[in-house]
């Protein structure tokens, strides 16, 4: 038997790693910056689901929206019921579209009841 070992380009497995990580860190902060100015909206995130949103904590993700802070997250997220700490990658399609109803209901001041936000391409037809 002959085994080869090969060495991945690009240095030490520990830098490559460094740089994957601050490349998240910064793609992050960008996303929450954007959410804070109410550039993009939260259900917008959840529904879509960009690659650096991916396995970021859903309560990370909910109070970095502007008046939100972690009681009002955990409130929240205690009706769905869901953990603060599940990633949004993770989450279900259902799940997704709940939560994304919810925070539309919540943006605009009413109930959960209202009609829920979701793109065209998710949208069940009437």
Not at 45 to 66: F, G, Y
Not at 88 to 117: E, F
């Amino acid at each position: 038997m002959n085994a080869t070992a090969t060495v991945a380009p690009g240095g030490p497995q520990y830098m490559r790693a460094l740089e994957r990580a601050n490349k998240v860190r910064l793609a992050r902060a960008e996303l929450k910056r954007r959410v804070a100015i109410g550039e993009i909206h939260v259900a917008e995130v959840i529904l879509e689901c960009p690659w650096e949103a991916h396995s970021m904590a859903v309560s990370d993700l909910l109070v970095s929206q502007r008046r939100w802070g972690q009681t009002r997250c955990r409130k929240f997220l205690a009706q769905v019921p869901m953990s603060e700490k599940k990633t949004i990658g993770s989450m279900t399609q259902r799940q997704r579209a709940a939560l994304a109803a919810m925070l539309t209901s919540v943006h605009r001041g009413r109930a959960w009841t209202a009609t829920p936000w979701l793109p065209e391409s998710m949208a069940s037809p009437a």
